[in-house]
């Protein structure tokens, strides 16, 4: 299982979807620390362009690039 950081989450949000939806697994860490794993969804229904996590990269580019934590939750939880 691959260990990534929140930064390259935030960094390659879009590819890392992808890369979840071939099936890849992925350890999360948090300053150094694991903190989570994420695993593709155990149906087959996979994730679609209307899931708010696949569109993180497209609303990073829209905001100049940057993405904070704060912004990724609202566009997460709040559309």
Sequence with gaps: METISMLEIRR???G????LARGE???ITYR?????ELF????KQGVTSQDP???LA??????GGGLDARRADE???RG
């Design 75 to 77: 566009l997460i939880y």
């Design 12 to 14: 390659n949000a879009k």
């Design 58 to 63: 497209e609303a990073a580019e829209d905001l």
């Design 16 to 19: 890392l979807v992808r890369r």
């Design 32 to 36: 150094n620390h694991p903190v989570g």
């Design 25 to 27: 697994c992925f350890r």
């Design 40 to 43: 593709p969804p155990a149906s």
């Design 53 to 55: 996590v696949y569109c």
